[in-house]
């Protein structure tokens, strides 16, 4: 039987390159005061009162796709993940209001110091479920993508979330090895198809390692899931998800 990497809590001192990278917007700060990516006020990057009204997933989840229970250990939104590669995925918070802007604000406008701000939520979330890992690997854009927008936001997130918690990081641990239309607006289904391998995972970097995959948002999983495969077959021995933003299911109370 595989040996499975044990969760590592750690109190290390966040990386130096990301210290350096908050000491030097700071300057910027000073001459152009940022504007929260949550509500826009001046100030802060992500200001305490977007913190605060995060509606945060609670601990008591779906022990596979991380939704919040409602009976049972197993829920019945995750029948796409059900026999996935992933172990499970997890989030920080329910994607709406402050978070969903400021993930907006990173996607599309070029904020790319606020994933230093949105990582600290992905680290509460590690730690609050405990994942077991010891590599971490942002869910990869296709190279026309990257070209178009400049950069992966997944990638930034993933870069910080390292930094903050002394994991290591695989910035090419997984590749897309084709372009896929936006998932927005599609089904379930539609989705797995979508990606279906669309990704290869790198095992020059994952293999004999335990991975947290890392995203900006999880709808259905697909994606994760369709990573996580490939990731998997390049000898990973389990692959957690790990999002910031968790879309909710309409046919789900809160």
């Not at 990516?37 to 779906?62: D, E, I, T, Y």
């Not at 939520?121 to 609050?128: F, G, I, K, S, T």
């Not at 641990?173 to 379930?188: D, E, I, M, N, Y």
């Not at 095992?203 to 999983?221: E, K, W």
Request: charged letters at 20%; one cysteine or more.
């Amino acid at each position: 039987m595989t040996a499975v990497v044990p969760y590592r809590p750690t109190s290390v001192r966040p990386h130096w390159r990301y210290l350096a990278r908050q000491l030097a917007w700071a300057g910027i700060d000073l001459i152009f005061p940022p504007h929260c990516g949550g509500c826009a006020r001046p100030g802060r990057r992500f200001c305490s009162a977007c913190v605060a009204s995060l509606h945060r997933l609670p601990k008591s989840v779906c022990e596979k796709c991380g939704y919040p229970l409602r009976v049972s250990d197993r829920c019945f939104l995750c029948g796409l993940l059900a026999d996935s590669a992933l172990a499970g995925v997890r989030s920080a918070a329910f994607f709406e209001g402050p978070l969903q802007r400021a993930v907006h604000q990173l996607k599309y406008k070029r904020d790319m110091i606020l994933a230093d701000s949105l990582a600290s939520e992905l680290d509460a979330a590690w730690r609050q479920y405990a994942l077991p890992g010891d590599r971490v690997v942002p869910v990869p854009l296709s190279a026309g993508r990257l070209r178009e927008r400049g950069y992966n936001q997944a990638a930034l997130l993933a870069r910080a979330f390292a930094e903050l918690t002394g994991l290591a990081y695989a910035a090419d641990g997984a590749l897309r090895q084709r372009h896929t239309p936006t998932q927005v607006g599609l089904s379930r289904e539609q989705r797995q198809t979508n990606v279906a391998a669309a990704f290869a995972g790198q095992p020059q970097h994952v293999a004999g390692r335990s991975v947290i995959l890392i995203d900006d948002v999880c709808t259905t999983g697909a994606t994760l899931a369709a990573c996580a495969e490939a990731l998997r077959a390049a000898g990973a021995l389990q692959v957690w998800g790990l999002t910031l933003g968790r879309a909710r299911h309409p046919e789900v109370s809160s």
